[in-house]
């Protein structure tokens, strides 16, 4: 077994998010900076990343975290207390939200009521990070998206033939409206496989466990699929990367936004999927 030197490691994970950050001028002065935080690996990583970023560029910008506590029993507690822990060992701003105090539903309650939890559970984070960063004044939002995500969502959207999800590939999304803050993916050309021996080389606290819903989504048999092939042939991820970087050319049309008739919320028709669930669930309270 070779043996890694962490200091190297280090040097080396830190020294990619940085040059993707710079190639793609993720950061610039004056940013306000909201990173995603669930206290997983990938999460934490990125509020590391970003910490470290600010201490040695010369790009002033602001960096604060938002965790969203989606109501579920016995596993997102332990992701919570880490996202406080790090942010605390860091001196970083975390504002704390839930799924209960926005929509008075616990994803727990809820989840039954559709195809898979993954559906209701992406809806409700996405509208409360954004609504979350929009009113903290946050330009962007950064995520914990690794090369791994990036390309599953790009066959799950492949595999749905859904070509418009397709422009939402990259390290970086525009704003579109001025109540939809533009996401950032500093890990988006690492694997997530590295990010797990970042946590355990550093002994970070993070939170480890599997969401107990996330085995009824294909995003899920996507990534049995792809940790097999990685086994068998190495850089098979990275060389799908690649080839959607060299290859993929979507013609981009600007999106035509609504604001929800009912929340006011950046909406691509007149009711935005949020409140759309929302009255969905209302009928079935009845």
């Not at 030197?5 to 306000?32: A, G, V």
């Not at 406080?84 to 975390?94: A, G, P, Q, R, S």
């Not at 604001?259 to 950046?266: A, F, L, Q, V």
């Amino acid at each position: 077994m070779v043996k890694i030197d962490k200091e190297e490691f280090n040097q080396k994970i830190f020294t990619r998010i940085n040059n993707l950050i710079n190639e793609y001028k993720l950061i610039k002065n004056n940013d306000k900076i909201a990173v995603a935080l669930s206290g997983g690996k990938d999460s934490v990583l990125t509020l590391h990343a970003l910490s470290k970023y600010q201490e040695q560029s010369d790009i002033d910008f602001e960096l604060i975290a938002i965790s969203v506590d989606e109501g579920i029993k016995g596993y997102r507690s332990s992701g919570l207390d880490a996202a406080v822990n790090n942010c605390k060992l860091l001196d970083i701003e975390l504002v704390e939200t839930s799924f209960f105090n926005t929509f008075n539903y616990n994803l727990d309650d809820i989840y039954q009521e559709f195809k898979s939890a993954c559906i209701v559970c992406g809806v409700f984070r996405r509208y409360i990070l954004n609504k979350t960063s929009h009113e903290l004044n946050c330009d962007k939002i950064a995520t914990g998206h690794n090369l791994d995500d990036e390309i599953q969502s790009f066959l799950m959207s492949f595999a749905r033939a859904d070509t418009i999800k397709f422009s939402k590939f990259g390290p970086e999304l525009s704003r579109i409206h001025p109540k939809l803050v533009p996401r950032i993916k500093p890990l988006w050309n690492t694997p997530e496989k590295e990010v797990g021996m970042w946590v355990l080389m550093n002994n970070i606290d993070v939170h480890l466990e599997e969401c107990p819903y996330s085995y009824l989504s294909l995003r899920s048999k996507i990534k049995g699929f792809l940790n097999d092939v990685e086994d068998k042939i190495p850089q098979t991820k990275l060389n799908i990367l690649n080839s959607f970087v060299k290859s993929l050319n979507v013609e981009t049309k600007p999106p035509v936004l609504y604001e929800c008739k009912y929340c006011k919320e950046p909406s691509s028709t007149d009711v935005c999927k949020a409140c759309e669930i929302l009255k969905l669930l209302e009928d079935i309270d009845k």
